[in-house]
């Protein structure tokens, strides 16, 4: 079963900047789409932004020029660099990972889910 190990949540004050982290426990280049997500309270789970493995990115409009995806297939771990954060970006961010592993089975893997707090 992949694992995922998320981290970089925290508390931020508007305007400021966190990098969220997701380490798959099977290699990045089984994933063929990554992304993250994230859920307000009281809300639904939604889309935040994704990579595939041709590199074609994708971004909700709400983060578009301030969120960065970007994956490091030498550490092994998908990146949120998140900039000019607002408080509407409050929420907890969840990664996702979608592949194959070495035997073709495919795997849908999630995050245990990051905590973001932004104060204005």
């Known amino acids: 079963q992949v694992q995922l190990v998320e981290s970089g949540g925290g508390l931020v004050q508007a305007g400021g900047s966190l990098r969220l982290s997701c380490a798959p426990s099977?290699?990045?280049?089984?994933?063929?789409?990554m992304a993250w997500y994230r859920q307000a309270p009281g809300e639904q789970r939604e889309l935040v932004a994704s990579?595939?493995?041709?590199?074609?990115?994708y971004y909700a409009g709400s983060v578009k020029g301030r969120f960065a995806i970007s994956r490091d297939m030498a550490t092994n771990t998908l990146y949120l660099q998140m900039n000019s954060l607002k408080s509407e970006d409050t929420a907890v961010y969840y990664c996702?990972?979608?592949?194959?592993?070495?035997?073709?089975?495919?795997?849908?893997?999630w995050g245990q889910g990051t905590q973001v707090t932004v104060s204005s």
């Open positions: 099977i290699s990045i280049f089984s994933a063929d789409y």
């Open positions: 990579i595939t493995s041709d590199e074609s990115t």
């Open positions: 996702n990972v979608r592949g194959s592993n070495v035997r073709g089975f495919r795997y849908n893997a």
